[in-house]
């Protein structure tokens, strides 16, 4: 199989990606989840350039899914030194705050697999609030206790909380829609649907 070099951009089923040559067995791969983002024409930011920056920082194979910020490398560093070094990236090329999570591929799908029943099910609306990096998670999790739940139903996993609808047209009724935007914390977790999620998760499977 031809080996293709760090310069050489790949588009495959709505991912852009970067590949590079490099030790599988000494990198994890990553998950990258920026928030807020390409939301009407505000906090631009492009997918491609963006995987151009992720890899002359010195991360491996970086590849983008949609434009919403769903992005994938893989990097020898731990995690810790990784947030460290994506944080420098985005406050030094971008003029607004851009709020992330990261997570392993492991991590991605081990969460996943200890999903509840009622997640595989037919729900009208499914979400997952992802912690951001240093965001105190407990701030989310005291809200969730304490609310009266309306037609709607919560996992709290240990990367995100995952947020269940059960009828559309209770939907405007629910504390995610009536009282979760105007919570303090909500800035600081990065959003994605279900649809989404599940897809990132095959994404994630499929990778070789």
Known sequence: MRKLSSKTKVCYNHIESKKAEFREDLFLRYILLLRGINVGGKNKVVMHEFIDLLAAAGFEAPASYINSGNLFFSSDDHKESCISKIRALLEKHYDFSVPFALLTKEEYLEER?????WWHGEMARRDVLFYACGMDADKIRDFIEKAA???EVVHLGRHAVFWGKYD???????IYH????????YREVTIRSGNTYEKIAEILENET
């Not at 697999?113 to 029943?117: E, G, H, N, R």
């Not at 559309?168 to 629910?174: I, P």
């Not at 009536?178 to 914390?185: C, G, H, N, T, Y």
């Open 113 to 117: 697999a200890a999903l509840p029943a």
């Open 149 to 151: 739940l309306y037609n």
């Open 168 to 174: 559309e047209a209770e939907y405007l009724k629910t």
């Open 178 to 185: 009536k009282k979760l935007m105007k919570q303090a914390f």
